[in-house]
């Protein structure tokens, strides 16, 4: 049996696809307070993307009454390191 040499993602199959992530992105920016990237600009802006600075994130949307960042942020979890570039790179 050959096994892979490298590590397969624990993600779901099921994952959120990057269009859809991206345009709750989009819409998040278009609100007159997120601006530059309101609580999230941590992940969206300066693209710290591993697992810790995205639930750090999640914490501090949830902390602040962020709904709609706390959400773009979850989704973001069940994402591939690659996907989320592409969320956040366009």
Same mark, same amino acid.
Not at 5 to 24: E, G, Y
Not at 48 to 69: F, H, I, M, P, Q
């Given at each position: ?15 959120? +696809?990057?269009?859809? !992530? =991206?345009?709750?992105? %989009? *819409? ?21 993307? +591993?697992?810790?600075? !995205? =639930?750090?994130?999640? %914490? *501090? ?25 592409? !969320?956040?790179?366009?």
């Amino acid at each position: 049996m050959n096994r892979a040499r490298f590590r397969i993602p624990d993600r779901s199959p099921d994952r959120p +696809k990057v269009p859809a !992530v =991206r345009a709750l992105v %989009e *819409n998040y920016y278009a609100k007159p307070e997120n601006g530059a990237g309101g609580c999230c600009h941590i992940v969206l802006d300066d693209c710290n993307l +591993k697992d810790a600075d !995205v =639930r750090w994130t999640l %914490e *501090n949307c949830e902390k602040s009454g962020d709904g709609d960042g706390a959400e773009i942020m979850r989704l973001m979890l069940q994402m591939t390191p690659s996907q989320r570039r592409r !969320v956040v790179r366009p």
